[in-house]
């Protein structure tokens, strides 16, 4: 028996659902709701229904033009990002399990760093900042080089941050620097 599942996402794939109106949609969303916070056309029902419609049209002229890169970034973005938070839940769980006090990770300044590259190594590698048109494809010696890079800037910056300066000279580090 064919998998039911299956056929209904080839069927809503060839209507277009995931090519056009899904990436419209958040396109619009977004347009819409930046519109509506900054009011550049009052605060009137009028201004509200004229960033409507400039939100539709850009809406509209994004996805005619980039509708499937779009619908493919926004994919393997979440994509990545669900495994990634699968992982860090999994982490979490082992954590509680142990007795450890889970809820003081957000206080450690490194673990969210940490965190920040990753979500920023998972859009690169999603296609986000348009990889392919800098001709960076992240293959296997281009994520070590990325790697060997994120290590020494780690490195510089753990031995040049005013608080190493302050323990290697035995005082409070300098008001200018």
């Known amino acids: 028996m064919a998998d039911p599942f299956a056929a209904l996402i ?31 056309f009052g605060t009137e029902a009028i201004g509200t229904r004229i960033s409507g419609i400039v939100a539709f049209v850009i809406a509209l002229l994004v996805t005619i033009a980039a509708g499937p890169e779009i619908s493919a970034f926004v994919a393997n973005i979440f994509g990545g990002a669900s495994i990634f938070i699968a992982g860090i839940l999994v982490v ?8 450890y006090d889970y809820s003081k990770l957000g206080e450690n300044k490194y673990l969210l760093a940490f965190l920040i590259i990753v979500a920023i190594l998972l859009f690169i590698a999603s296609g986000g900042l348009g990889a392919g048109w800098i001709g960076l494809s992240l293959g296997s010696q281009t994520v070590a080089l990325i790697f060997v890079l994120i290590i020494i800037l780690a490195a510089v910056w753990f031995v040049t941050r005013p608080e190493a300066k302050a323990e290697a000279t035995g005082g409070k580090p300098k008001e200018g620097g």
């Open 10 to 40: 080839q069927t809503v794939e060839t209507f277009g659902i995931y090519s056009f109106l899904l990436p419209w949609l958040l396109v619009f969303a977004i347009i819409y709701g930046l519109l509506v916070k900054v009011k550049p």
């Open 92 to 99: 979490i769980l082992f954590l509680a399990m142990a007795g």
